[in-house]
């Protein structure tokens, strides 16, 4: 089975600039998540889709972070002008929705993006 | 309010146990998870334990689950190079069960 897909994998921008981040999560899985992870820090969760819905983007900052998830498959993170203090490695997960779960999420490569 | 914590950093001497910490604040998580992550690279789910269980075994990792102090451990038995990463701890939150993780303990194995 293939995993989570994302990219690019590492990206440089200036800030005020704009960017946006790509990922196809594991066939068949219903939520999505996106979560920003800065150096020496876990991971925080940015926002939650249940299949094209949104379920929790209360860390969003949504003055300038967007995401959409269109027909319930691929998403993309977009961040819009980006801040130095946007420097991080934005991973993306996914997992099933079934009755049975253990909520376990399955975690892309990330894309480490750098504002200078 | 919700909360993991883990110490930072733990070395170890390759071939004796590893043991990594962690403390969690939701006393409603269903479950707790250890991720790992290696250099350059996603989180791995490495292992998991369900609330109303004290521990679970699996191959060279032994979970403890203390829910009185709410209290995690994760035990590397025979710790190779290998295991040299950073470990995460997580907890369930909320009606979507998102994920709260830890700042991650970096495990570093010495000869």
């Known amino acids: 089975e293939a995993g989570v897909a994302q990219s690019p994998r590492y990206k440089i921008i200036e800030k005020r600039q704009s960017v946006a981040f790509w990922c196809n999560p594991i066939s068949g899985h219903a939520t999505l998540y996106w979560y920003q992870q800065i150096l020496g820090q876990g991971p925080k969760l940015l926002i939650q889709f249940q299949n094209n819905g949104v379920v929790d983007d209360s860390q969003l900052p949504k003055d300038r972070f967007s995401a959409e998830r269109l027909k319930g498959v691929d998403s993309t993170l977009k961040i819009q002008p980006a801040k130095l203090e946007d420097s991080a490695v934005y991973l993306c997960a996914s997992s099933p929705l079934r009755r049975q779960t253990t909520y376990e999420q399955y975690f892309g490569p990330g894309t480490r993006l750098t504002v200078t | 309010g919700e909360d993991v914590e883990q110490s930072l950093f733990l070395s170890v001497r390759e071939g004796d146990s590893s043991v990594i910490n962690c403390t969690y604040t939701d006393s409603s998580s269903t479950y707790l998870y250890w991720y790992k992550q290696e250099p350059g690279a996603g989180l791995q789910l490495l292992t998991y334990?369900?609330?109303?269980?004290d521990m679970k075994q699996d191959q060279r990792l032994t979970v403890l689950l203390n829910k009185k102090d709410k209290h995690l451990s994760l035990r590397i038995a025979d710790t190779q190079t290998g295991d040299s990463a950073i470990y995460f701890c997580?907890?369930?939150?909320?009606?979507?069960?998102?994920?709260?993780f830890g700042a991650g303990t970096r495990l570093a194995v010495h000869p």
């Open positions: 334990i369900f609330s109303n269980m």
């Open positions: 997580a907890e369930t939150s909320g009606g979507y069960n998102k994920l709260i």
